[in-house]
């Protein structure tokens, strides 16, 4: 049982810095959450998992799709199944959807304008959810 969690624990680390190392902002506690979902401006958050759809697909678009003329003034992430209190109180945010990940949760002004949903994203191609996130960015944020 020990090799497991030490395995799982390789697979979060790598989760988190696949994101960290791209430009996202963890957030791990509600707190972190409330007062980075209350700011003006647009936000991406990214609802991070372990999953396959996770690692093949949602990250590197995460990723991709910041490699743009127009981004959020924010992008940050919460982790499902880890972080479990701030990824709850994020979800609080995302009124008219479900729990969702992964997912992407796109703000402006602290309202939920859209989700890419995991159904957007599992059995996708990483590009066709780049172009997902590059439309929301295009029509919501201005060029950095």
């Known amino acids: 049982m020990a090799d497991f969690r030490m395995f799982m624990n ?13 430009g ?15 700011k003006e401006g647009t936000t991406l958050v990214m609802i991070n998992s ?23 003034d924010q992008l940050v992430t919460v982790f499902a199944g880890q972080d479990k209190d701030a990824t709850a109180k994020a979800r609080e945010y995302f009124t008219g959807f479900p729990p969702s990940s992964p997912s992407f949760a796109f703000m402006k002004d ?16 990483p590009m066709e959810v780049v172009n997902k996130l590059q439309s929301l960015f295009d029509e919501h944020c201005k060029e950095v």
């Open 10 to 22: 390789d697979i979060v680390t790598t989760a988190r810095k696949d994101l960290t190392d791209a």
């Open 110 to 125: 602290g309202e939920i304008v859209t989700m890419i949903e995991r159904h957007d994203i599992e059995g996708h191609e």
């Open 50 to 72: 372990v999953c396959g759809c996770a690692g093949g697909i949602a990250r590197p678009a995460a990723a991709h799709s910041l490699h743009y003329d127009k981004r959020p």
């Open 24 to 38: 996202y902002v963890e957030l791990t506690t509600p707190e972190e959450v409330d007062s980075t979902l209350k």
